[in-house]
């Protein structure tokens, strides 16, 4: 305790009076009264009585603090840590009489240099703090420096923000629905009308417009600190930049430059207000994180953070010392090692406790299976810490279960009944079937029916399948059904980046058209994507403007178009309305039938909860035909039945149905290959049509039918 009041902030200016022993200055350094600090708490921690800079490493021999004034480009003070100031390899030390507000920070380390055996020491460079809980010099988007220098400083926060009585809102992966989301992109261009364009509180303005589409869960892109800057260059008249942010330069710290507010001490409040204003409103937040990989990358790389630190733990590094490169991007992270595996624990901890952070998608989580070797490990330390993890215990875990080495784990990641994936599956066999592919039927169907040939028994995970056709890799839904080859010459490598399997199909003329046969077969397709993912076992994700068919004019890796290119054009939701409304409907369609989300109590009818057919019930025999009925009570107790048929063939297909009770009769909620649309009217309101044993269903169509008693529905209406 203090023997006198503790002033704890005069003008945001941490002072002291009067310290019992436990808490009074030890030692004075450069002017500076200090003592040693929190060696538990890694990072700058705001103490009453002053600032504890907390910083690891296992090989150096030397360690110094270098403070700046804000903006500044030469110190005001060096600290060296004197030899009582580390314990084990942890530097500690706690700085008196500091302005919080005008100070950023970085460290000198030194050690042997000797870049055979990895280790990197250098007492000229200036290191990023990793933990720091926010980086200066981003602060403004696309800001230009000479040379790119990363000019990454540390920058002390206090915490202040609000809460209320706020928590978490743990909505079951079942009942999600993903919107993947780019913070800037999504409101960037002129036609959001937004106040504050290209920001968190962009979103916030939004969300009118993300409750009428039904959406509940935003995984957000990248937010983790990251250099737009990096590797900018420009290509026909145009600057390029590292737009989508998959190289992090902070993992603690938020994107500085995604806030509206210039004052940097409000940057991490605006996104915690975004957090907050979605959670009241019902939508969850998960943001995608990447600690496959860092900004420094490979040998050419520049050395502004872990390099320095410790090279040879944080990376993994061939027997030559080169970078192992299984991210593609140069380096990877050692995600195994003990020091690595306990830093994105405390960060991970620290995203769901100070930002309430709902889950986590995990980008190329491959990688963080691999042992110091890049071998494949049968059970991954870093995987199964996450999985049993207390604070981490009910957010959501996904993993994209691939890397860029070769590593394909969709089915089989290692989940301690805790892991979701990214079903890649899913995406490529519904699109080859889609669009008429052979040899696809068959798993199509399981891939509707939730992938149990996947994922029971191997993985125990409650919904472990996400289930996308789209997303920030490849086409757009829209480009999907226009482009047959990617276009994606702007991004100056002569179109030899992005993916060539795209399964994509033009419909018969590449890019736009003005022929109306074209277009109507494209928005028909459209459609049956849409319907077979909200009918679909497992969480349904899909990316932001597909609802309204956004489109990136066939690029498939826009990953540096920050420009029309990348950023939503809001124009299109009045031109293409049919497939926005189709989008609400849909996802209305899916919250109302509990038995299309999860397995439920068995109907009274004893159908199977899932059941596969074709032009004749309860078999699939056509390559192009396949139907997947759901069947099981509703939380009221009711009979609920919806059967999904989707007609990938090029011509009209009579198809018998399953032989309902007696007393019900089926019913066409969906049939896309009507072409008008009601705008004030439902499916189910302005097309009913009660039928007897068959259907016709038209060419590259898909109808949705449920089950209803006979009393609901009299008479016949002409809906075919």
Request: proline share 4%.
């Amino acid at each position: 305790m203090l023997t006198e009041k503790i002033e704890a902030k005069k003008n945001d200016v941490i002072v002291y009076n009067k310290y019992e022993t436990n808490f009074a200055p030890l030692d004075k350094i450069s002017g500076y009264d200090v003592r040693p600090g929190l060696f538990g708490v890694n990072g700058a921690t705001v103490l009453p009585y002053g600032v504890s800079f907390t910083i690891h490493s296992t090989h150096a021999i030397y360690c110094e603090l270098v403070l700046f004034r804000s903006g500044e480009n030469v110190p005001f003070a060096s600290l060296p840590f004197p030899e009582h100031y580390k314990v084990g390899s942890v530097y500690s030390m706690i700085i008196y009489g500091l302005d919080i507000h005008n100070l950023e920070y970085v460290y000198r380390l030194d050690g042997v240099n000797d870049p055979k055996r990895g280790l990197l020491f250098d007492k000229d460079n200036l290191l990023l703090d990793p933990y720091a809980r926010a980086v200066s010099g981003l602060d403004k988007w696309g800001e230009f420096r000479a040379n790119n220098t990363p000019p990454y400083r540390g920058r002390v926060i206090s915490d202040n923000f609000d809460w209320g009585g706020m928590s978490h809102l743990h909505i079951p992966m079942a009942d999600l629905i993903i919107y993947e989301m780019h913070v800037r992109g999504f409101t960037k261009h002129n036609s959001s009308g937004v106040k504050s364009p290209g920001t968190f509180m962009g979103i916030i303005e939004k969300i009118p417009y993300l409750k009428e589409l039904g959406v509940n869960c935003l995984e957000l892109m990248p937010v983790f600190e990251f250099d737009e800057m990096r590797n900018s260059r420009v290509h026909k008249g145009k600057l390029l930049l590292d737009y989508t942010g998959y190289n992090t330069v902070g993992f603690f710290a938020p994107k500085a430059s995604f806030s509206s507010n210039p004052d940097y001490r409000q940057k991490a409040s605006e996104l915690k207000e975004l957090i907050k204003t979605l959670n009241s409103n019902g939508i969850e937040v998960i943001l995608d994180v990447v600690f496959n990989h860092t900004a420094e990358g490979n040998e050419d790389g520049s050395i502004f953070s872990f390099k320095g630190l410790d090279n040879n733990i944080y990376y993994m590094l061939t027997p030559e010392s080169m970078y192992y490169n299984f991210s593609g991007c140069g380096n990877t992270m050692n995600c195994n090692h003990p020091i690595v595996k306990n830093m994105i624990l405390e960060c991970l901890r620290y995203w769901v406790i100070e930002y309430r952070i709902s889950g986590f998608r995990f980008d190329l989580a491959s990688i963080l299976g691999r042992n110091v070797d890049g071998s494949p490990m049968s059970s991954p330390p870093l995987l199964k810490s996450l999985a049993y993890d207390p604070v981490l215990c009910n957010v959501k875990l996904i993993a994209e279960a691939w890397d860029a080495g070769g590593m394909y784990q969709v089915g089989t990641f290692p989940s301690w009944n805790r892991w979701a994936e990214w079903n890649g599956r899913y995406r490529d066999e519904l699109r080859c079937f889609l669009k008429g592919d052979n040899g696809f039927a068959w798993n199509a169907a399981e891939r509707i029916a939730g992938s149990h040939d996947m994922y029971n028994p191997i993985n125990g995970s409650e919904n472990p399948s996400v289930n996308f056709l789209n997303c920030h890799d490849g086409y757009t839904l829209y480009d999907m059904y226009t482009y047959q080859i990617k276009h994606n010459y702007d991004n100056g490598w002569n179109c030899t980046d992005g993916d060539n399997n795209n399964n994509s199909w033009n419909c018969g003329i590449e890019g736009e058209t003005d022929d109306p046969v074209i277009n109507s077969l494209r928005k028909r397709l459209i459609k049956n994507a849409v319907a077979t993912l909200m009918c679909s076992r497992g969480t349904p994700m899909f990316f932001m403007g597909d609802e309204f068919c956004n489109t990136q004019f066939g690029n498939n890796n826009a990953y540096c178009q920050d420009n029309e290119i990348s950023w939503l054009d809001w124009g299109y939701i009045s031109k293409h309305r049919d497939i926005f409304e189709f989008f609400k409907f849909m996802i209305s369609f899916r919250k109302k039938h509990d038995v299309v989300r999860k397995e439920t109590k068995l109907c009274s009818c004893d159908f199977p909860s899932v059941s596969f057919h074709g032009e004749k019930p309860w078999k699939i025999e056509s390559d192009h035909v396949i139907g997947v009925m759901f069947a099981g009570q509703n939380e009221d107790g009711q009979d609920d039945i919806v059967l999904i048929i989707i007609n990938a063939y090029w011509e009209s297909m009579n198809i018998e149905l399953p032989q309902l009770p007696k007393n019900m009769d089926w019913k066409i909620e969906v049939n896309t290959s009507k072409d008008d649309w009601h705008d004030n009217d439902p499916y189910n309101e302005c097309s009913v049509l009660v039928i007897e044993s068959h259907v016709s269903i038209k060419e590259r169509s898909t109808i949705v039918l449920t089950a209803q008693k006979q009393d609901l529905n009299d008479n016949v209406n002409n809906f075919l």
